[in-house]
């Protein structure tokens, strides 16, 4: 695991001793109104120095230009300078966008992750990418910037609806279908609020992801395996978000994993008995999304603008058996398409 990454239980000193040493001229922490509520409470205690709190909608939309352009004008009125520190106190939306603000402003600014939800944990406070939507397509504008810290307080999941916690675990069960089986088997039949109790589970998830940003940051080759379930997972996201109907990141995940081990299966790259196993999983931890054939052309649109595309073709990473995962697959539109008629025709 990386070592900018620290498990906090009760002692805050390695936060304290950072913020000392580096003697930060301003420290501002981001927050939502949910973490607003519920974790700038139980932070506000163990910080020894003074700061300021912006606070944003809870939710994707606030990964807005907008919004950024706000929090960039707060940064000036209070003076913040080159030298000032932002933290990150929130889920995976926070995170994104504090990364992104503090990359941004005076050419960079340094900014630690507080992570308090799951999948911020587990996923979007690791790894340097930081970014925010545009146009309604999933982080169009972004930049690899890398957390001065990463201070993981499992206590905060205690906070967590019960959605927020399955939402996280999608991001883990995905961890272990392309890169470790023996975390996925710890996984299958773990219950998400087992997790509460389970940090092993937690630390090993980030450990996966960790050690593969750390081979390739910038998303070369191996970085692109974490993209699993994200081609089709973004593009049904991005669509109910536009229709005003957001769903939880990780449930969006769910249903890609599930469309993109469909097309693994297809290709010959996942055997059948491996192919129903994933998809029994999900099914039983999951909810099925509901949309139509009809809507299916909108979804592929959305698709058509996926980052990791090349000359305009969809590159997807696909499972070669569970544990392993291969990058740079190109496939055909009409069978993407039989993937969503396997996801919506699928019993639950």
Known sequence: MSNNIHFIDKDWSVLNKLVAENNYSKLIVLVDSNTLQ?????????????????????GEASKDLEICAHIWQEFSEEAADRHALLINLGGGVVSDLGGFIASIYKRGISFIHIPTSLLAMVDASIGGKCGIDFLGF??????????KAILIHPPFL????NDEMLSGMAEMLKHGLIADKKHWQSLVDLDHIDLLNHSEIIKASINI?????????????????LNFGHT???AIESYFMAKDKAIKHGFAIAAGIMCESFLSFKLGLLELNEFEEIN????????????????FSSI????????KNAEGKNQFTLLHGIGN??????????????SLVYYCDSEY
């Open 280 to 295: 029994k999983v999900l099914r039983a931890k999951y909810q099925q999304l509901v949309f139509s054939k009809a809507e």
């Open 138 to 147: 999933k982080n169009q504008l972004g930049s690899f910037s890398q957390a």
């Open 209 to 225: 992801k960790s050690i593969i940003v750390e081979a390739d940051p910038f998303e070369k080759g191996e970085r692109k395996k």
């Open 232 to 234: 089709i997972g973004h």
């Open 300 to 307: 592929l649109i959305y698709m058509q603008q996926d980052k």
């Open 325 to 338: 995962a291969v990058i740079n697959q190109q496939v055909d539109e009409d069978l993407i398409v039989e």
């Open 38 to 58: 519920h974790c700038l409470p139980l932070f506000n205690p163990v910080l020894e120095r003074e700061f300021q709190v912006i606070e944003v909608e809870a």
């Open 158 to 161: 205690a906070t967590l609806a």
